[in-house]
């Protein structure tokens, strides 16, 4: 008896020492994860930091990566982690932390090598030479993208599946970064593959494709964004690009009848400025396939040719792109570069040219900045470039083709306003004075939906537009006044047509222009209601608007697009949650 006693404590003793031994080897695990798993974040920060900054990306940080991520999965995959993972308490801990070490070794295996192939095949100059694109290599760079988006894909399914809270806060918050940073980089490739994918169609992989390619003058705002002064013709062939035929609007003459027909909505809203009939009004609409429709008829009614699409870009636009071709040099000895180029066609030529003059130069700038983006084209900057234009809406894309226009919709490139259900605000102003005072406009909306009650909600959205002009030193081209040439309208003054577009659904209740009651004109377009007012800005003036909704109820997330203009737009949205 006593003989057994002292081997059941000694057994007890074992298995004592087994479990120290176990919990001691587990906790160097788990400090063994921590640790690759912060130094493969570390060596990641490193490689997207060379990307972005178009330097080559060292193979000695990706092979960092690939070492800390293996070893912080190989360490979360013994037997006794796998043990571990089975108890009710530690469980969730220890399965967050191995998903994520396995989702750092996908990325490292898996998503970065493809990643940083792409970027080499970018910056080899291979891709986009002489003025013309290499629709191979162009088609190797959308499989890559391909493979990536594949591989996001599985990473993203697995993170979904870990567990959503645990009892450590430090790691449920990484869990939620690492998958926030993956959706985001998946949403990316996404638009990008689908971008890279529509460009062989648009640059002539078959044959020949011809668009108009409008310049807009933001100094002057348009619902697209600006007048158009000036424009020209690209033509793309098997991936060659050539740019001709640029001239200034008052060569493209207005008709006596409309160029295209979007229906009742669009004749009621905008067929006494004669939208479409006329270069001037073409883009008074916020919806770029209208106005790009309106430019190609105007064009084939003009020549009797017809055009493939139309595509349109702006100032700020040309600037990033000067910024990835360098300064370009205009034929009187000025340089443009990404700095000077917005002030400069918007602001500084009013002084120097008459009306005329300004347009001549303006087209030999659209001359200039094409030569340089034909001839000296740097793939990852121009990349770039073009990436945050598309995010700004400071390019965009109209094709004839049905089919290419539904992939030009689905990456972004079709500057649609979606007819779509759920909380929407759209600020769009358009010039009224006939002036270029715009470039001096500054916005900003706020657009707060409150509580819900019987499936709507109370929104209030509040505008605040201001004329930042000088009081003084304008030349008149700028601050003339063609709406009311002989009124007393003080010098400097300036006045907008504002359209909200608001929530498909939604009933206006009230408004008011700095605190006082405003009555606004009520249309649709495009299924949304336009809500739309005359304001008059004097020089230095800030006025507020303040429009009150009736909204339906959603679980949608609110869309608040940004009119392209020459001065950012400030945004914000405040929601209060829907009791259950």
Known sequence: MVRRRRVLLWIAGVVGLLSAASAGFLMWEVRTVQSNLAAAEVATDRLQTEMDRHRRPSAEALDHIREHAAAA??????????????LPLMGPPLRSARGLSVAADDMATGVLPEAVRLH???????????????????????????NVRRELTGIETHLRGLPGSTVVTRLDVARQRVSDRVTRLSDAVVEAESTARLLGPVLGASGPRTYFLAFQNNAEARGTGGLVGTFGMLTADRGRITLHGFASDDTLPRTSTPVADF???????????ESAQGLANSNLSAHFPYAAQIWVGLWQRHTGQRLDGAIATDPAGLARIIKATGPVRLPDGKQLTAENTVEFTESTLYASYSNSERKRFLVQVAQSVAAALLHRPEAMPLVHALRQNVEDGRIRVWSADPSTESALRRSGLAGEIPERRGPFAYLVVNNSAGNKMDYYLQRSLSYELGPCQDGTRSSVVRIRLKNAAPVAGLPALVTLRSDDPHGSNPLGSTSVWLSLYASSGARFTGGTLDGRRLLLSSTEERGHPVLGAQVELLPGQTREVVIRLLEPVSDRPPVVPVQPLARPQTTKVHIQPCAN
Do not use: C, K, N
């Open 73 to 86: 999965r190989s360490a979360a995959s013994t037997p006794v982690w796998g043990i571990a993972e089975r």
């Open 120 to 146: 080499r095949m970018l910056a080899s100059g291979r891709l986009v030479h002489r003025g013309r694109v290499d629709l191979a290599q162009l088609a190797d760079a959308t499989d890559l993208l391909g």
């Open 263 to 273: 229906g009742p909505a669009f004749d009621h809203r905008y067929g006494a400025a």
